[in-house]
């Protein structure tokens, strides 16, 4: 069972420090090395953060030896009551500036707090001055992470890192969830028309849309995947833009057709009619919002495609 850091001796306290400074450097540099080339100046200032916690480390063994001998018993965190129990975020696919200066002030806190508290758990004096001079520089990190935002913004690198987090976004979420969006809302009109006005049975028409939904979404997401690495095009994980691009397909075709669960036909008619209307002002909105596109051009070249699905599908239909 885990224990609570009252119930810790000042051996375990420092081992438990020495184990957390340790991890604590070495996320900081995967997250430099992750983001380095397209966020030189976040990286550079977590390697010094790295630095910085390498040098703790060291003080804290250094004391260690002089009071305890060589051995250190390994206790971790998730050995200690109170502690936040962290999401590998150094692990994630996609890693933005902004969940990383997140993080850094989340850990610099805790490892605060945790020395602020630590301090009473001893009468040792050298320990309590070097568990006290640590919390106050972890303290002085906290305030360095969030200088650090500042004086990226007014350097302008801040700016440049923003907009390279915007392109990465873009390419690998909003780029391939437009294109699963588009092709679900728009391919999915004939079929899911054609049977309604072919049966007029509500039921039908549902069977049709959610195979055809179900269908297309599979068919683009292995597209996407399967499009390229995405190592020289920046576009991410395939696995990852092939879920996202299946996803909204699937989303794209079962918005028009969820209303065809109202047994009647012609309810459920004028409801999927006006579902179709939103997917294509979203779809137009999302093209202005992410693709530069001029609004009344995006929603002129979205409203005329898919009318022009639509059309083919009540005319097939009614045949």
Not at 151 to 175: N, P, T, Y
Not at 265 to 286: D, G, P, S
């Amino acid at each position: 069972m885990p224990k609570t850091l009252k119930d810790l001796t000042a051996r375990e306290v420092l081992a438990l420090a020495i184990q957390a400074e340790e991890e604590d450097g070495r996320i900081y540099a995967d997250l430099a090395e992750r983001i380095g080339k397209d966020f030189p100046e976040t990286a550079r200032s977590l390697k010094a953060m790295h630095e910085e916690e390498d040098g703790h480390r060291h003080r804290l063994i250094n004391l260690y030896r002089e009071r305890f001998g060589e051995h250190i018993p390994l206790i971790r965190r998730q050995d200690v009551k109170g502690f936040i129990t962290r999401k590998p975020l150094w692990l994630n696919s996609i890693l933005t500036v902004s969940m990383i200066r997140n993080e850094v002030e989340t850990m610099e806190e805790e490892s605060r707090n945790f020395y602020q508290a630590a301090i009473a758990q001893t009468s040792d004096a050298a320990v309590r001055q070097l568990l006290g001079d640590l919390a106050a520089e972890e303290s002085r990190h906290y305030a360095l992470a969030e200088e650090m935002d500042e004086q990226q913004k007014a350097s302008g690198a801040r700016a440049k890192e923003d907009m390279s987090e915007r392109r990465r976004f873009v390419l690998q979420i909003v780029q391939p969830g437009l294109a699963g969006l588009m092709d679900g809302s728009v391919s999915t009109l004939a079929p899911v028309f054609a049977a309604a006005f072919a049966t007029h049975a509500s039921r039908d028409a549902f069977l049709v849309g959610m195979a055809a939904s179900i269908g297309a979404g599979i068919s683009m997401g292995f597209a996407e995947a399967l499009s390229d690495d995405g190592v020289l095009s920046g576009r991410g994980h395939p696995l990852a833009r092939g879920f996202v691009c299946g996803l909204m397909t699937t989303a794209g075709g079962i918005g028009h057709t969820l209303p065809f669960l109202i047994s009647n036909f012609y309810y459920a008619m004028y409801i999927a009619v006006a579902v179709v209307a939103v997917e294509l002002a979203v779809i137009a909105w999302i093209r202005h919002r992410y693709m530069d596109t001029p609004l009344l051009a995006a929603t002129f070249q979205v409203v005329v495609g898919g009318v022009l699905v639509f059309i083919v599908g009540i005319l097939i239909g009614s045949a």
